[in-house]
């Protein structure tokens, strides 16, 4: 590998916007056939660094080289005329088109007059989609295609140039175990073919199953780069972090109180079955299954955002029947939801409005609002939780992904919930805010809070909960606790293997 | 001064700065072209110019609820047509016949009823069936005006009462009646959008339903106040306009709704909803019919004058979305 020219290079890039040095610089290299992770904390220049490379932004200073070629990318287009392709986290494909309409959107084949040579179109796509060894073809609707195989066809977009370098952000967010096989086939096949592939990922089992080398950037400068074979989960977040993160188990010390929540063979449709369990407080119960395994609809059931059709739910021993999210606060469960921007946070809102929007009728006096106590309760959450912001006016989408979620479970706690759901409690915050959060999470439970967490991070439900339920396919396969529980035990019931074991 | 603190001042005082330059383009344009000798900035002429803002700011204000809420209510100009043929014909129902002058404020009542009732049931339909507020007032929109017709045909309206049209001409403190409703609402909702739970809610359910709902708030029967707000207010600004004209065509009203969105979007409320401001509707208001008086008073007739704002509003969105940073990070087309 040491003796061909890398396939693309980008040599000490900087690029500055006021105020900030987002680029100090960086460089980075990619061999031909070489799988490159790109790592580092959110705000750590990653999405900077490829936006200069797909020509969005002008570097200040530096180059980027393809095949020892110095190349100036003018727009994400030219750089895919260049050979630089970007498979994209979110999904670009217009859902009502079809799959050969999609790949060659804006470059389809013509015929005279402007007609569309729909013979050429899907041939040439059968072709491509034929490398990957998907299960549809040129004709299926994008619309009707699972997030994988939609991802698919961005990634066929992707092969329908002669690519040098690929670049994959997060490109596993919203796919299953089964689906990420899939891709990370497709990754090596690229491979095998010469092509260089840039892996944009926060999840280190991945980093650690397909890549070679991994490259840390931390506060917009180049921290290292690390052989993927000589190194160790622990170096690389201490790369990204500067220090250690700590994922140690944490079962509590304290006494736990009574049963805070307790549910009976709950069921709703297909999405979960029978469920049963118990929370006490002072617990902190973790929720762990693969994506579709019912836990989220468990808790949108819990939060009265859902109908269940069988079951009974009991707060502090009593049956209660939950029949909207205001119903559900009112009896003291709150939920801090999955998708933060998309279901949590009123993003053009200040930080205290947003903080106070469950209550804000309960602290008014008559029909009109209460700014000074909501102040009162937004400083008192601001120092309580260490929420980094100049001020309550601070609009919250400006704050950063660990900040806004303290203000969304800051919105909650000063509501003094009985049981308090958080669904994906670190999605998209990075490895430092992570702890803070796991920390906060543990801390709650000390002050004799019922907590549900509910996980796909195997690491983070271990080290938060002091008993996991295990789910796969809408139904509860075992309840573990913290003394009892291993990784593989958790992932055999997660798979559905446990199950048939303990019928034996 | 913080950083993006002068945006944010050029974004929300444009509307008020574009006032000032219109003032002052039609002050002096005005000296070369006007055919009357008067100055543009005479006091009298800017006394009516605020009375006759009044029929479109009133529901402008109402409008502005709505589209901070993230609907929109199209059906205004048609509830408006209906409310004032309420108003003037009831007051020879014979029913009222021994009210002598009372019967004023009982068709005003049934006026501004039938304003809330209209508004309702669009709050309704948008609540329960949770069809886009654009179809289902898009839908009201042509109902309630075959009901204006249905109610009279083709035929105008009329009723004058006297003691009505000296009320709506008096002027106290100089401005007229009418112009005392537009503030009186302006204040109202301004103070209800800015300090009341609903205003705060109507905001968060505007930006983002999912997380208002999330949050425990009762987004339908938000939106159903807000459709009755707007109702009232049509019908308010109904009551106000026919007590001194007292004759209504059952075509009057229409456009309206197209009026008063341009005068809400003017003043930066987004369409998406979440984002807008009362103060600022007042402004939109005050431009559109700054424009229209002016352009009248260098002599341009009604085809420039609608040519013209068409161009004007197309020209301050796009001003507004210089400014604005999210703009510049969208993608290009």
Redesign the interface.
């Given at each position: 590998m040491t003796d061909q020219t890398p396939a693309l290079r980008l040599e000490g890039i900087v690029k500055t916007f006021?105020?900030v040095r987002a680029l100090d610089g960086v460089s980075l290299s990619v061999m031909p056939g070489e799988v490159h992770a790109l790592m580092g904390e959110n705000g750590a220049g990653k999405s900077t660094l490829m936006k200069v490379l797909g020509g969005i932004h002008q570097p200040d200073e530096g180059q980027i080289i393809v095949e020892e070629v110095p190349t100036v990318m003018t727009s994400p287009l030219q750089a895919k005329s260049k050979g630089i392709v970007f498979i994209h986290q979110e999904l670009s494909l217009a859902e009502e088109l079809s799959v050969a309409e999609n790949i060659y959107l804006g470059e389809l084949p013509r015929r005279s007059f402007g007609r569309v040579d729909w013979a050429t179109l899907y041939a040439r796509t059968d072709a491509i989609l034929e490398k990957l060894k998907v299960g549809f073809n040129a004709k299926t609707i994008v619309g009707d295609l699972s997030i994988a195989n939609q991802q698919m066809v961005e990634i066929a977009r992707a092969l329908t140039v002669e690519a040098k370098a690929v670049i994959f952000d997060e490109p596993t967010a919203s796919l299953t175990d089964a689906e990420k096989v899939v891709l990370f086939d497709v990754i090596s096949d690229l491979q095998s073919q010469g092509v260089g592939i840039i892996y944009i990922s926060h999840r280190m089992e991945e980093i650690f199953k397909i890549t070679d080398r991994i490259s840390v950037l931390r506060d917009g400068s180049y921290r290292g780069t690390l052989e993927t074979r000589n190194t160790n989960e622990e170096e690389v977040t201490q790369l990204m972090i500067g220090r250690a993160l700590d994922l140690s188990r944490n079962a509590s010390s304290h006494e736990l109180g009574d049963v805070a929540l307790e549910v009976r063979g709950l069921s709703c449709g297909n999405m979960f079955k029978d469920v049963s369990f118990e929370v006490r407080r002072g617990e902190v119960l973790g929720f762990y299954g693969l994506v579709g395994a019912g836990r989220t609809e468990i808790a949108e059931t819990l939060?009265g955002?859902r109908d269940p059709n069988a079951g009974t739910i009991l707060l502090d021993g009593e049956e209660v029947r939950i029949s909207?999210?205001?119903d559900?606060?009112?009896k003291g469960i709150s939920?801090v939801?999955e998708d933060r921007k998309?279901?949590?946070?009123?993003?053009?809102?200040n930080c205290r409005?947003n903080m106070t929007?469950?209550q804000?009728?309960d602290l008014?006096s008559g029909?009109?609002?209460a700014p000074g106590t909501e102040t009162d309760i937004f400083d008192k959450y601001k120092e309580k939780l260490d929420i980094r912001t100049p001020g309550w006016k601070q609009t919250v989408g400006n704050l950063s992904g660990g900040n806004q979620q303290k203000i969304v479970i800051a919105?909650w706690l000063s509501m003094h919930p009985k049981v308090l759901i958080v669904d994906e409690p670190t999605r998209g915050i990075d490895v430092g805010s992570k702890s803070e959060i796991h920390n906060l999470i543990r801390e709650l439970a000390a002050q004799g809070y019922a907590v549900i967490v509910v996980s796909s991070e195997m690491p983070e439900v271990l080290h938060v909960s002091d008993r996991i339920v295990a789910m796969f396919s809408g139904r509860v396969m075992r309840t573990f606790t913290s003394e009892e529980v291993t990784e593989e035990s958790l992932i055999q019931a997660i798979s559905g293997i446990t199950a048939t074991d303990k019928v034996a | 001064m913080e950083?993006g603190k002068l945006s944010k001042f050029l974004k929300n005082g444009a509307i008020w700065g574009f006032i000032v330059f219109e003032l002052i383009f039609f002050s002096v344009a005005g000296q070369f072209l006007s055919l009357s000798d008067k100055a543009f900035m005479d006091v009298d002429n800017m006394l009516l110019l605020l009375k006759q803002s009044a029929p479109i700011g009133i529901i402008a204000m109402g409008m502005t609820i709505i589209m901070i809420n993230g609907n929109i209510d199209l059906s205004v100009g048609a509830i408006f047509a209906l409310s004032a043929v309420i108003l003037l014909d009831s007051m020879t129902w014979t029913i009222f016949a021994g009210l002598g002058d009372w019967v004023i404020p009982v068709s005003w009542g049934l006026a501004l009823l039938t304003g809330v009732v209209l508004g309702a049931i669009n709050g309704l339909i948008v609540w329960k069936t949770g069809v886009d507020a654009f179809i289902v007032t898009l839908g009201s929109m042509l109902g309630f005006r075959g009901l204006v017709f249905m109610y009279n045909g083709e035929n105008p309206t009329s009723n004058l009462n006297w003691t009505l049209v000296d009320f709506a001409e008096a002027q106290f403190l100089g401005l007229h009646t009418a112009t005392w409703f537009l503030a009186v609402v302006t204040f109202v909702i301004w103070y209800v959008m800015t300090?009341?739970?609903?205003?705060?809610?109507a905001?968060?359910i505007g930006?983002?339903r999912?997380?208002?709902?999330?949050?425990?708030?009762?987004v339908g029967p938000h939106m159903l106040i807000n459709f009755m707000i707007i109702g009232f207010l049509a019908a308010l600004s109904a009551v106000v306009f026919y007590s001194e004209s007292g004759s209504v065509n059952p075509n009057d009203g229409q456009l309206y709704e197209l009026w008063v969105i341009t005068a809400v979007v003017l003043g930066g409320t987004k369409l998406t909803g979440?984002?807008g401001s009362i103060l600022s509707t007042l402004g939109g208001v005050l431009a559109i019919q700054l424009l229209r008086k002016g352009l009248g008073h260098i002599g341009a007739d009604t085809s420039t004058v609608n040519l013209v704002i068409g161009l004007i509003l197309i020209a301050v969105l796009f001003l507004d979305r210089q400014l604005n940073t999210k703009g510049k990070e969208e993608l290009k087309i």
């Open positions: 006021p105020g939060f955002l909207s999210p205001a559900a606060i009112s939920l939801p998309g279901q949590g946070l009123v993003l053009g809102m409005d929007l469950p804000v009728g008014s029909p009109f609002v919105k | 950083a300090r009341t739970v609903h205003g705060r809610n905001y968060a930006d983002n999912e997380a208002a709902v999330n949050a425990g708030i009762k979440g984002a």
